[in-house]
């Protein structure tokens, strides 16, 4: 697989890269609409339409994840990606290639499981979606941010620049 370029990806991978970031921090920030209809669900109580399109948006804003995730998957592949920068180390390089596969993973797992929870009604699904899932991924975004930041101000790689 050949590189995109020595210095960034191409438009349409960074349009995604931005895309997905918003709408995979606005689900697990406002997550609210959906948490509200599972306890309503799980104490046997009245659902009304307002609740069940609350929980919609945030099902279909995991979808859009699920649908983006796999056309950014098929561009990385067909695209490829920038090297890693010269300066940086062999396990930092190892680390980021676990990491970017690791969030591929969970950007389909996660809507999953979701799915699996809200239209099939698989508490498993759930219970991991919205338990050790949600953490892990919050636990990769915040070592993704720090990366990036070790980058550019320690190493001094001027990352960022590739994904902007």
Aim: proline share 4%.
């Amino acid at each position: 697989m050949a590189a995109v370029s020595r210095t960034g990806y191409t438009f349409p991978q960074k349009t995604l890269h931005w895309l997905m970031a918003l709408l995979i921090f606005l689900n697990l920030l406002f997550a609210d609409g959906m948490e509200h209809w599972n306890r309503l669900v799980r104490r046997g109580e009245p659902v009304t339409a307002a609740d069940i399109s609350s929980a919609n948006i945030h099902a279909y804003v995991g979808i859009a994840i699920l649908l983006l995730c796999l056309v950014r998957l098929i561009l990385r592949l067909v695209k490829g990606v920038p090297d890693a920068p010269a300066n940086e180390p062999k396990l930092a390089k190892l680390a980021a290639k676990i990491a970017h596969w690791a969030f591929y993973a969970l950007f389909a797992v996660m809507p999953l499981a979701g799915i699996g929870k809200y239209y099939f009604g698989n508490e498993v699904a759930g219970d991991l979606h919205g338990g050790p899932l949600k953490l892990l991924l919050w636990t990769l975004i915040v070592v993704h941010i720090a990366a990036v930041l070790v980058h550019q101000l320690y190493w001094r790689t001027n990352l960022i620049r590739r994904m902007t």
